[in-house]
C-alpha cells in the first residue's frame, strides 16, 4: 500500500469505521437525534452537532488547501460553524454534509501525487503530509469528545 493509500484508509477509518483506537467518528454518531445533538450537558463545552460542523469544516478547509487554495487563519464563525436549525431534518443534512466532506476529501487525497506529502502547505508551516495526518487524527480526538457528550446525555 502506498504512502497515499494509507492516509486515505486512515481517514476512512477515523470517520467510518474499523479504526484500531476505538469508535470512529461515524460509529460515536450512531442512534443520536437531533435533540440529543443540540444538547449541551456540559456548559463550557460544544454541542454534538456543532462538533460535526467543525470536523466537516476542517476536512473541507483541508481538501481546499489540497486543491490549491492558500487558506491563512479560519474566522471562528467558520471553525465552529452555527448551529440555526435544530430540526431532525437540518441534523440529517449535517450528518450528510459530514460525510460527503470526508468522501470529497479522500478522492482529493486519492488524486494527488505523491511528491506532493513532502511540500509546505502555502502560507504554513507543515507539510501536506502532517497537514493530511492530522486531519485524521482531528476527526479521531473529536470522535472521543462526542463519546462523552453522549454519556453526559
Known amino acids: 500500500m502506498s504512502e497515499l493509500q494509507s492516509i486515505v484508509d486512515e481517514l476512512r477509518r477515523a470517520s467510518e469505521g474499523e479504526a484500531w483506537h476505538g469508535p470512529s467518528v461515524r460509529e460515536a ?3 443520536v437525534t437531533a435533540t440529543q445533538a443540540a444538547a449541551r450537558p456540559i456548559t463550557e ?13 476542517w476536512e473541507v478547509f483541508v481538501r481546499r488547501r489540497l486543491e490549491g487554495e492558500v487558506i491563512g487563519e479560519v474566522p471562528p464563525e467558520e471553525d465552529w460553524p452555527p448551529v440555526p436549525d435544530t430540526t431532525e431534518k437540518a441534523w440529517q443534512q449535517a450528518l450528510d454534509s459530514l460525510r460527503a466532506a470526508n468522501r470529497e476529501l479522500r478522492e482529493a487525497v486519492a488524486g494527488v501525487a505523491p511528491s506532493r506529502l513532502n511540500e509546505m502547505v502555502p502560507g504554513k508551516d507543515y507539510t501536506f503530509y502532517v ?11 473529536h470522535a472521543g469528545q462526542i463519546a462523552l457528550l453522549k454519556k453526559a446525555l
Open 131 to 141: 497537514m493530511l495526518h492530522g486531519v485524521a487524527q482531528h476527526a479521531t480526538y
Open 29 to 31: 454518531l450512531s442512534g
Open 45 to 57: 463545552a460544544h454541542t454534538i452537532w456543532e462538533i460535526v460542523h467543525h470536523i466537516a469544516a
